[in-house]
């Protein structure tokens, strides 16, 4: 697999547990993040960096990744990495800050961090970001390597997804471009394996909120346009188990080099990709059947074969992580047909399944119990004393790709080979002086300095970084009105 | 917590099982015909949730 650099954003649902605590859910986001950047683990932003995010909405870590509010929802931006150990590392480190910050703050049995996508009670969803760096020559604007990764997007929920009780309905915006204008009339749903499916109504599309697409084509680098693209998805589901966030980005990254090889095969584009999004998560046989662009019918489980076994015959070999993924992506398929409980701690929805189902049957309920619902939020709480996934870890079924001490180191060192590295660095230096400073990303700027730029995310910037700093008087205190003169 | 750093991209800290063992030959998705290991600690977690707190759970929409 090429060299790429992975990150995830989360947006956290929050549960107020009780009826009497002080704080609504907004309020206690807020306070959360501001205990974060209390204790030191990173700095808050000094400026405004849009409309809606004003200083102090949030800040970068010392981990090198970001922890700020967005549209109401705690959310966490990971580092920069380079393989899949380190992403699952780091996405795993910031579910642990947030969680650590509610115990810390003394508040473990009235606050639950949900991470999950929708509200089953209003059906509001939040997102999963994946982000994946690759060269400004992938062709991103041929419309028909994104139908083929359209495919592959809408076909491996089918171990991707995290799964969800009942349905949304959601309609597009009919007044916007390229909308999916299908409307499918209210059905019954007990279960479903994708969270996200019932809110994707496009296929391609640039923004990211109500209109949300397979395929988001917004182009925003954050780093060197005329070398990089960052492709950022937000049509998967948060994962619990480690081994499906392992799995789905690297079989999407190594979907991506497939169309970049030009070895993909058109033959795997859909007739039509949001319909059978949803169908696919809404199958209560678990069949999968999708129709092709030829008219062919074919299966999920057989598309994702196929591309496997593209993966596999142009790609083994090719790094340690590539052979991880089309081993891991090959067991899964392997296991789908035995049953969920055969793909227990490696395949959410499976897992959550497996339990639901087992739960109904020694409480003789059925799918549409209330308790049902809540046991299905329960299945992303952070808190491990409580949440359901984390009973998989305690029973040994978790399948796991780091181990709690990387985790806890990931707290609060950054992950090496990226620029994530160096501002690391920045962070940690800037987090015990007096200085002004504006960061981002691409780079930062203190005091009056002209701007340090961090373009290439493949470099770590740590010695330049570390000699810059060394010439400056980070106690200089910081004037607002100088600095952004 | 007493930290040592580690080598991050070092694969064998891959903590992984088996393969379970499939329960059935047959193709399409089943339920289980014997009680796994484990099942009843899970159950025994279940139970202590709020059968209501998905009513609680008060989320706006996000991107």
Redesign the interface.
């Known amino acids: 697999m090429k060299r790429r650099i992975y990150g995830i954003e989360t ?1 956290y ?5 009780g009826d009497d605590f002080k704080y609504g ?1 907004v309020d206690v986001a807020v306070r959360l993040k501001n205990h974060i950047f209390d204790k030191k683990t990173g700095v808050l932003d000094l400026h405004y960096r849009a409309n809606d995010e004003p200083p102090g909405n949030g800040g970068f870590l010392v981990n090198g990744g970001r922890v700020y509010l ?4 705690l ?1 966490y931006a990971s580092p920069e990495c380079s ?1 899949l ?2 992403l699952v ?1 780091y996405d795993r480190a910031g579910d642990m800050v947030v969680q650590d910050a509610v115990e810390e703050m003394g508040w473990g049995d009235q606050v ?1 961090i ?1 991470k999950n996508n929708v ?4 059906n ?4 999963c ?1 994946e982000n994946y760096l690759v060269s400004r020559a992938f062709q991103f604007d041929n419309r028909e390597n994104l139908r083929m990764l359209a495919s592959f997007l809408v076909t491996r929920q089918i171990y991707a997804g995290a799964g969800r009780t009942g349905a949304c309905n959601p309609q597009p915006f009919r007044d916007w471009d390229e909308v999916n204008h299908t409307r499918k009339e209210q059905e019954q749903v007990d279960f479903q394996i994708s969270q996200r499916a019932d809110h994707i109504p496009n296929e391609f599309y640039r923004w ?3 209109n949300r697409a397979i395929v988001n084509t917004r182009d925003e680098p954050l780093s060197d346009p005329s070398k990089y693209r960052r492709i950022h998805l ?1 049509v998967g589901d948060s994962n619990m188990s480690e ?1 499906a966030t392992a799995l789905k980005m690297g079989s999407t990254a190594v979907l991506m080099e497939l169309i970049e090889l030009g070895v993909s095969d058109p033959d795997w584009i859909l007739a039509d990709s949001v319909s059978t999004m949803r169908d696919i998560s809404r199958d209560p ?3 999968w059947e999708v129709t092709l662009r030829d008219g062919k019918r074919s299966t999920a489980l057989e598309l994702q074969w196929e591309m496997v076994n593209c993966a596999k015959e142009h790609l083994k070999g090719s790094s ?1 992580d590539t052979d ?1 993924v089309i081993e891991a992506w090959e ?1 899964v398929l392997t ?8 793909l ?2 490696r395949v959410d929805w499976a897992s959550k399944y ?2 639901l ?3 109904m049957k ?2 003789d309920l059925s799918w549409q ?3 049902i ?6 299945y992303h709480n952070l808190n491990r004393q ?1 949440g ?1 996934y984390w ?2 870890e ?4 978790a ?5 709690d ?2 985790v ?3 707290k609060g ?1 950054a ?3 990226t620029r994530a590295d160096g501002r690391g660095e920045l962070v940690k230096t800037l987090a015990q002086s007096q200085t002004g400073y504006l960061i981002d990303w691409i780079g930062f700027r203190l005091n009056k300095e002209e701007p340090f730029l961090m373009l290439d995310p493949f470099i770590s910037y740590k010695k330049e970084i570390r000699d810059y700093l060394n010439n400056l008087d980070l106690q200089q205190p910081y004037d607002r009105d100088s600095f952004f003169r | 917590m007493t930290t040592q750093p580690i080598e991050m991209n070092d694969p064998l800290r891959r903590e992984e099982k088996n393969n379970p063992a499939p329960d059935r030959k047959d193709a399409g998705p089943s339920r289980p015909d014997v009680s796994r290991p484990g099942r009843d600690d899970l159950l025994k977690r279940m139970k202590k949730v709020d059968p209501k707190q998905s009513e609680k759970y008060k989320q706006r929409t996000g991107q």
């Open positions: 947006e649902g929050l549960l107020i547990n859910s967005d549209m109401g929802h959310e393989n150990t380190d590392t639950s949900i509200d089953l009670e209003t509001a969803t939040f997102g970001h990211v909120q109500y937000l081994f046989d678990f069949k340690t991880w067991s296991d789908i047909p035995k049953g969920p409980e055969a227990l701690g497996w339990m189902t087992e739960f020694a409480q119990d209330p308790w619902k809540s046991l299905d939020l329960e409580k359901l009973g998989l305690e029973t040994g079924d399948w796991r790709r780091t181990t001490s990387a806890e180191h990931a060192t992950p090496k080979g």
